[in-house]
């Protein structure tokens, strides 16, 4: 394993070679125990420095979890699996972002017919796996869908958000203002098809 003061020197492709992404998959979680951690979070109130933002991404998550259908489209993809894959999502109850993408990892998940295995795994607590998968080759920004073959091997990933709302996310830090309302706004009026339209894609690249 590489010494944290050595990332600083490597780009994100040479420390994604040093990585041993099945021990980071065998260490991940369910979706399920993921969403038990959430709501124990949750319960502890502001003993949790991140309590502001945890309520409104727990409703923003269960209300996909829910609601939340596939477009035909890439219920047709995953249907089209010839192979297993591993699926291992890089995330945290705090980021708006993957509450509203989550749901959706997990659906494709639930309607493959185990042909995905899905784990998460929480960023702050694997500092070299966010490191390897840097956006912009600078910001630790999730979450991070990381696509790893039958062997583990590293395949594709996908994050941390659409492109739309990416250059939403951008335009507005250069001009020093808050994007939290203007983001969940977009994913409001999107309806999760952009997302949907990147896994089809994320998918096909196998």
């Not at 309520?55 to 939340?68: A, C, E, G, T, Y």
Request: with cysteine; proline share 3%; aromatic share 8%.
């Amino acid at each position: 394993m590489i010494k944290t003061k050595d990332i600083f020197n490597m780009n994100s492709q040479e420390i994604q070679s040093t990585l041993d992404y099945k021990a980071y998959f065998d260490k991940a979680i369910s979706y399920e125990a993921y969403l038990k951690n959430f709501q124990a979070e949750i319960a502890i109130g502001d003993e949790s420095k991140f309590a502001e933002y945890l309520p409104q991404n727990w409703s923003r998550q269960s209300r996909l979890d829910r609601k939340l259908k596939l477009t035909e489209e890439l219920t047709s993809a995953v249907e089209g699996l010839d192979k297993s894959i591993n699926w291992l999502l890089i995330t945290e109850h705090w980021c708006g972002d993957a509450s509203q993408i989550n749901p959706i990892v997990n659906k494709i998940s639930d309607i493959s017919h185990g042909k995905i295995n899905l784990r998460l795994i929480y960023r702050d607590e694997n500092e070299e796996l966010i490191d390897a998968h840097l956006t912009d080759g600078r910001s630790r920004s999730i979450p991070i869908l990381i696509q790893l073959d039958e062997k583990f091997n590293l395949s594709a990933t996908y994050g941390p958000r659409p492109e739309a709302a990416q250059h939403i996310v951008k335009a507005l830090l250069e001009q020093g203002e808050s994007y939290n309302i203007p983001l969940h706004t977009w994913y409001a009026k999107d309806k999760q098809k952009s997302t949907q339209k990147d896994l089809i894609a994320l998918l096909e690249s196998i």
